[in-house]
């Protein structure tokens, strides 16, 4: 009777272990959604996809809507240029012979003719923290976001993979224009506020004015605005 109930409990096993490895290898892979709006949305990849090129993570599956122009920036850099790249329904035009790159971690802007809902599937990445930022003043620009699958907001922080230096500077995009935040040299923290970011949207990192893109470059005039009132607020502070 006991040899019976032995059997009985590692056939149980067995079919059970079984059912939650056939579950498993039909479970949805990891994934992400963006709500896009008309025009210009600054936006990250936070999964991997094989090859993370713009053609294989912003697929014709991912909701990306023909006629969207994907901008990205040469990091490490003060001027760029932005490298664009047009989505024709199907694929995505090359930047000077190439395919752009959307690994996880890195950022496009991306300018879409309507709303739409772009949906990311891949798998976790493999992390490559910290980030390499340059150094505080070396007057360069780096397009970022997080490597992990956030559940919520992802702060300078996870993006980077470190704190920030004293006098730091980070760009949030707020759907018109860039907003600037900088992490204070006197210990006040993040003036105005602590930079974040939705799930799916990027961020800058740097103290650099960001040029427009080059195509209708909306966005010029209100960052000159951003970065001379983080300058009144230093020299305020100084004083």
Not at 160 to 178: D, I, K, M, Y
Request: charged share 10%; proline share 8%; net charge neutral.
């Amino acid at each position: 009777m006991k040899k019976t109930k032995t059997l009985f409990k590692t056939i149980t096993l067995t079919i059970a272990l079984t059912a939650a490895s056939v579950l498993q290898s039909f479970a949805a892979p990891p994934s992400f959604t963006i709500n896009i709006s008309p025009g210009y949305n600054f936006i990250g990849n936070h999964l991997d996809v094989g090859n993370d090129t713009l053609n294989a993570v912003l697929n014709p599956a991912s909701g990306v809507l023909a006629g969207s122009v994907a901008y990205k920036w040469v990091n490490g850099t003060a001027t760029g240029p932005w490298r664009p790249a047009t989505y024709n329904g199907a694929t995505w035009s090359q930047y000077n012979g190439s395919d752009l790159t959307f690994a996880p971690g890195e950022a496009v802007m991306l300018f879409s003719p309507l709303a739409t809902t772009i949906t990311i599937s891949g798998t976790l990445a493999t992390l490559n923290l910290p980030v390499n930022v340059g150094t505080v003043g070396d007057g360069n620009l780096y397009a970022l976001s997080d490597q992990h699958l956030p559940t919520g907001p992802s702060t300078y922080d996870d993006i980077v993979g470190a704190p920030p230096e004293l006098g730091q500077c980070a760009w949030t995009w707020n759907g018109s224009f860039f907003v600037g935040h900088e992490f204070d040299t006197f210990g006040a923290g993040w003036i105005p506020s602590a930079p974040s970011i939705p799930i799916g949207g990027a961020m800058f990192v740097g103290c650099a004015e960001i040029p427009p893109i080059p195509e209708p470059g909306v966005f010029a005039v209100a960052l000159c605005g951003t970065v001379l009132a983080l300058r009144r607020n230093r020299s305020t502070r100084r004083a």
